[in-house]
């Protein structure tokens, strides 16, 4: 393999057998004929842009202390942690909009709430807003292509596991590294749901772990690159395995990227496909996901908490709201 498969999306059908291969090789692809306009994605990055030019205090407004069990807001650059390693890079974190009286927020869910915006920046809430909506109905796509391509059902996971998804988002800056640097913008790590999709602007850095050796997944206009995460190598007892990927900027550029995560319902447990399916290969971390007991929800507030492990020691103990 020298580079990661283009798959266009627009006939999920069609594109099952694809999606198969893509992810038994590398689990990663790039995603075409998605109907994402060029104009919302050209938006996002320039809200981005703008916000990120902002002088230290105007972003810490908008701090992710502020967004308590939401987890909601920006981080500056060494906050997130990936392995236990700071990252080079700071971002911003947002999820499905929830106002005050959404169950969820009055249950006192963790990763549920409302979302924080910069004053500063007033076209950043409506188009992430716009962006979130556009690419769930994306990610949906994906995921009636992946139940084909195992042998269920084109609905199954729409139906089941995603009527109500966990949506994550994510816009991340990464500052130019010296090409001798040991630094990572993201160190090595696979993702924790279903599937990621990614827009990356044109500087490149984002690398996959092949058999074969590490491969750029360099940016190709037009497209969004998509990998599949833990659950659904768990679901699919390794059949369809996720995948190590890094990030390293060494463009000379300030580099932002997009990831949007699209998960189980946080309150449903993740049990395996009922598909037949063969025997997947040993995970590249000796990790057996299928130990884990519990619901999405608990897996997914566990490993975020050993990202920002201050700030989940300080929303864990907060007193949740009772329904009422």
């Not at 981005?48 to 701090?63: G, M, Q």
Request: aromatic share 10%.
């Amino acid at each position: 393999m020298d580079a990661l498969p283009v798959i266009d999306i627009s006939d999920p059908d069609a594109a099952a057998p694809g999606i198969e291969a893509a992810c038994r090789e590398s689990g990663f692809f790039y995603v075409a004929g998605h109907g994402v306009p060029a104009a919302l994605t050209d938006r996002l990055d320039a809200a981005a842009r703008t916000f990120f030019d902002l002088p230290a205090p105007a972003k810490t407004e908008i701090a992710m202390a502020r967004g308590g069990r939401a987890w909601r807001g920006f981080f500056p650059v060494g906050a997130e942690l990936t392995s236990g390693v700071p990252d080079r890079k700071e971002g911003l974190y947002f999820g499905t909009e929830l106002g005050p009286d959404a169950p969820a927020v009055r249950a006192g869910l963790p990763l549920h709430g409302a979302n924080l915006f910069p004053a500063q920046v007033p076209d950043l809430r409506p188009v992430v807003l716009e962006y979130l909506s556009r690419m769930t109905a994306v990610a949906q796509t994906v995921l009636r292509g992946i139940a084909l391509s195992l042998g269920l059902p084109a609905g199954y996971f729409a139906e089941s596991y995603t009527a109500d998804p966990t949506v994550l988002f994510r816009i991340f800056h990464y500052p130019p590294s010296a090409p001798d640097s040991d630094e990572w913008g993201v160190g090595e790590h696979t993702d924790y749901g279903l599937l990621t999709l990614l827009l990356q602007d044109g500087n490149g850095g984002l690398q996959v772990r092949t058999p074969g050796g590490w491969l750029d997944a360099p940016p190709i206009p037009g497209t969004f690159v998509c990998n599949i995460g833990d659950m659904l190598d768990r679901m699919t007892g390794g059949w369809y395995r996720s995948t190590p990927h890094r990030v390293r900027n060494l463009s000379g550029n300030e580099r932002l990227s997009f990831p949007f995560f699209f998960d189980p319902d946080f309150s449903r447990p993740v049990p395996p496909l009922p598909a037949t399916l063969h025997e997947g290969a040993r995970r590249w971390d000796g990790q057996d996901l299928r130990a884990f007991t519990g619901t999405y929800g608990e897996y997914l507030v566990a490993k975020v908490g050993k990202v920002f492990p201050e700030l989940f020691a300080e929303t864990r103990h907060q007193e949740a709201p009772r329904i009422g």
